[in-house]
């Protein structure tokens, strides 16, 4: 069964996952949220690690609810606080303590702590992977946020139904400091994988990583799907079925903030509003992760709007991760 291949498996990006195995999660997702009560002794006896080297609100509470709503534990473990965040201890010697403790670890790091190296963070997760025998789960890096990504997949597919031929904006926006771009990069990665229809907008600058961008076009050419990239607001919210914003940080200015922040007060402007909401079609989607700037990175009337989704969205981390959770411990 496919339950029993993927027990023990590492989730560190949705591309190291088999399209399969990406359903079977959303699968389950939508049976536990139709019956929550069904599952409610799936992890009885089991428990997770949670470390936290950066703040948290929907990772923390969708994971730590949902091992309890499973009948498991969770431990939150802030990591300025564990002898790893003080850099006194290896993550072997780390992760393989906590294997002998727990039947999962799930780990979130970004660089607001580790130092602006791109791709930094996502090393520590894998050294965990490595050293840990049990699975690791990535609550988001520099690189990836996976378990968004399944969340904002299946507000897709409950909100649109088939996505064939369904057209997908994922717009850079406005933030007056630089973010990670692990959200965009997974965002775009299940969007492709989806056979969705994509358009990537972004101010010249503000271009994906290339690597991320060569696995969307493979992913284009084995699942249906286009993947079109351009820097008219105008142009990519025209006839749009999915609206997806997110700020993040220019690759190209990558840790080096003062500089960034007088490159990007020139894209000021790039905010999603009512007029350009106008623009996509009538049963048009909104979409963010969450936390937003409201009336900087969209306006009030935007996230409030009749298009938005973004509780529904973030609702919906609770049921992934559940299954997630279910089928890899």
């Given at each position: ?18 399209y399969d195995e990406l359903e079977s999660v959303l699968d389950l997702a939508s049976e536990i949220k139709k019956e929550p009560g069904k599952f409610s002794s799936e992890l009885q006896g089991k428990s997770l690690i949670m470390l936290f080297f950066n703040p948290s609100t929907r990772t923390r509470l969708s994971f730590e609810i ?132 994509v358009t990537l907008l972004h101010p010249k600058g503000f271009e994906l990583d290339e690597q991320i961008m060569e696995w969307a076009r493979s992913n284009c050419e084995s699942n249906g799907g286009s993947l079109e990239v351009t820097q008219s607001m105008d142009e990519a919210y025209r006839d749009a079925d999915v609206v997806y ?85």
């Amino acid at each position: 069964m496919l339950k029993g291949n993927l027990r023990g498996k590492d989730f560190i990006t949705t591309q190291e996952w088999d399209y399969d195995e990406l359903e079977s999660v959303l699968d389950l997702a939508s049976e536990i949220k139709k019956e929550p009560g069904k599952f409610s002794s799936e992890l009885q006896g089991k428990s997770l690690i949670m470390l936290f080297f950066n703040p948290s609100t929907r990772t923390r509470l969708s994971f730590e609810i949902g091992m309890t709503q499973l009948g498991g534990h969770s431990v939150h473990m802030d990591a300025e606080k564990a002898w790893i965040g003080k850099g006194s201890e290896s993550i072997k010697d780390t992760a393989s303590v906590m294997a002998k403790y727990a039947d999962g670890i799930s780990i979130r790091i970004f660089p607001n702590i580790t130092d602006w190296q791109y791709g930094k963070s996502n090393e520590v997760v894998r050294e965990f992977a490595k050293w840990a025998e049990i699975p690791v789960i990535n609550m988001e890096c520099d690189m990836f946020h996976p378990c968004q990504a399944l969340a904002d997949i299946l507000t897709i597919k409950e909100k649109k139904g088939n996505l064939s031929g369904k057209k997908f904006v994922l717009s850079w926006v406005y933030h007056p400091r630089p973010l990670p771009v692990s959200v965009p990069n997974s965002a775009l990665l299940i969007a492709t994988r989806f056979g969705l229809d994509v358009t990537l907008l972004h101010p010249k600058g503000f271009e994906l990583d290339e690597q991320i961008m060569e696995w969307a076009r493979s992913n284009c050419e084995s699942n249906g799907g286009s993947l079109e990239v351009t820097q008219s607001m105008d142009e990519a919210y025209r006839d749009a079925d999915v609206v997806y914003v997110k700020a993040w940080g220019s690759l190209k200015h990558y840790g080096k903030f003062e500089e960034e922040k007088k490159f990007r007060v020139d894209f000021r402007d790039w905010i999603c509003n009512e007029e350009l909401m106008e623009l996509t079609n009538k049963d048009s989607i909104f979409m963010h992760c969450l936390p937003i700037r409201r009336n900087v990175e969209a306006t009030d009337g935007v996230v409030d709007g009749a298009h938005s989704v973004v509780y529904d969205e973030a609702e919906n981390r609770l049921h992934v991760q559940k299954a997630v959770l279910s089928l890899i411990m």
